[in-house]
Structures are given as C-alpha cells and as structure tokens.
C-alpha cells in the first residue's frame, strides 16, 4: 500500500517539473539560422519529392500520380512548417525567415502547380 501512495506524488512531480520547465522553453523565440535548418530539411524533401514526380510525370509512367501526391504532401508539410516558425518567433526573425524561405517555396508552390496541369493535359 505505501508503494502506491508514492506513485501518485512521484507522478505530481513530473508533471509539475515539466510543466515549469516548458513555459521557459516556450518563452525563447527561435534564432532565424534554428528555423532555417529545419525549413531547409522539409524544402529539401520537397524539391525531391517534385523532381522524382516531374520525372514520372513526363515520361507518363504508372508511379507518376503517386509521386505527384507524395509531392505535394511534402509541400505541404513545408507550408505547415513555414506558417509554424513564422508564427512561433520574433517579429525580426519572422520578416528574416520569409525573406529567406518565402520565395523559394512559392517557386516550389508553382512548378507543382505547373506539373499537375501537365499531368492533367495527358
């Protein structure tokens, strides 16, 4: 019985030492380099996910929609990611992200918009 007493108080202090510990982790905004190591990851999938796809896509092979699809769900996982760090940092660092990130997966946005219609002419 005194074995069952102590769990409950040793689970109260987890859960009281995390929660102490996570409003200061969440107090710290990024840096811009933080954030564009991991954008640079998801931007990285994505443009393989796009040319993998855009290879499939142009020589009409059976793997093409399902390539196109992986595409665009490393898109997206980058857009979330994006709209993430913007959200979760300093103004500073959010202008600093956009500038370095915005255009080029607006360049993505737009050449997987360009193969879908491709796709979509065959």
Known sequence: MPQNAQRPS???LLQSSAFHTSPSRLAQSPTADALMEDLNELYATAKDEFEIA???????TVYAEDDRE???????????????????????????????????????????????EMAMED
């Open 70 to 116: 992986a595409a665009q769900d490393a898109l997206k996982m980058l857009q979330d990611g994006f709209q993430k760090a913007i959200k979760e940092s300093s103004p500073d660092v959010a202008k600093e992200v956009q500038s370095r990130v915005g255009p080029r997966i607006r360049e993505l946005e737009n050449a997987i918009k360009a193969m879908e």
């Open 54 to 60: 855009a290879e499939e896509t142009e020589k009409k």
């Open 10 to 12: 040793q689970y109260c």
